[in-house]
């Protein structure tokens, strides 16, 4: 739709601008959230950058792992392939990223992070995390549609697409913008969930009440995207199927906490 623009010669990709933007909000955010658990804005930074880093490796192996196949091929014939060649293969079976895989890679990262930090417990972290996440999901779906990456079914309803270089097969076709759909929605999760946090609704099982609200919205949107890179199974695509599983987690992990015993006091 508007991959890229100008500035002082320089080109400037709008999906960038947009992680950047998410990135910002998310620490004015959480900053105001972690104060809760008696922790200060440097604190905060160095949790962010520590799921950060998380979200960007879970991200990028998933979106191997939906190209698993072609990586194999790629390592079974390394050796009639030249560098540059298996090079250029890699970057396109890891290069992309799905947003589930930077979902659960931020989940480990907290795990990490808290093994190291024993002044703030995970449950704590994953609550915000579980307020955050949609919000930077807000930014994130706009850059999609900007950038033209992922896209919606073809429809009498839309966008028409001109001159998109990422994907040149979507080009002149009127498609419905999905991506929009799915920022509105992460919006409403997210003031949804924040609502609960500054209400001590669901303490401790934020993640939980996320992994079943997102993953119901995902599914069902999931059929109205007309990109099939992401790899489809028995007609459910990948992400269908992680909403499912999530979505399962979610209900388990709800009723593990709800029969779980309370301590007795005095």
């Known amino acids: 739709m508007f991959p890229s623009f100008h500035i002082f010669g320089w080109e400037v990709g709008t999906y960038g601008i947009m992680v950047v933007l998410g990135a910002v909000a998310c620490t004015f955010v959480g900053n105001n959230l ?8 440097y604190d905060f930074l160095l949790i962010l950058l520590s799921i950060g880093a998380g979200i960007f490796i879970g991200a990028h192996i998933v979106y191997g792992i939906t190209h698993l196949d ?3 091929k790629a390592f079974q014939n390394i050796g009639e392939l030249w560098f540059d060649k298996f090079r250029d293969v890699m970057i396109y079976a890891i290069g992309g990223m799905v947003f589930y895989g930077g979902f659960l890679g931020g989940i480990a990262a907290i795990g990490v992070y808290c093994k190291f930090d024993k002044k703030i417990k995970a449950r704590n972290l994953l609550d915000i995390y579980a307020v955050l996440t949609p919000l930077f999901h ?21 966008f028409t697409v001109h001159g998109n270089t ?7 076709v009127n498609r419905l913008p999905v991506q929009l759909f799915e920022s ?3 919006l409403l999760i997210f003031l949804f969930i924040l609502y609960l946090f500054k209400k001590s ?7 939980f009440v996320y992994m079943l609200v997102y993953p119901v ?12 890179i992401r790899g489809f199974l028995f007609g459910l695509s990948t992400s269908q199927w992680i909403s499912i599983l999530l979505f399962v987690t979610a209900i ?3 009723t593990i906490c709800r029969f779980r015993k309370k301590p007795v006091t005095e």
């Open 138 to 158: 807000v930014f994130g779906r706009i850059g999609c549609f900007l950038g033209g990456c992922c896209y919606g079914i073809e429809s009498p309803f839309g």
């Open 217 to 228: 919205a995902r599914f069902t949107l999931e059929f109205f995207r007309g990109d099939e």
């Open 166 to 172: 990422i994907n040149p097969d979507i080009n002149d």
């Open 70 to 72: 072609l990586i194999i």
């Open 252 to 254: 388990i992990g709800l």
């Open 34 to 41: 972690i104060k809760r658990f008696g922790r200060d804005i």
């Open 184 to 186: 509105a929605l992460n």
């Open 201 to 207: 609704i669901m303490t401790d099982k934020l993640i």
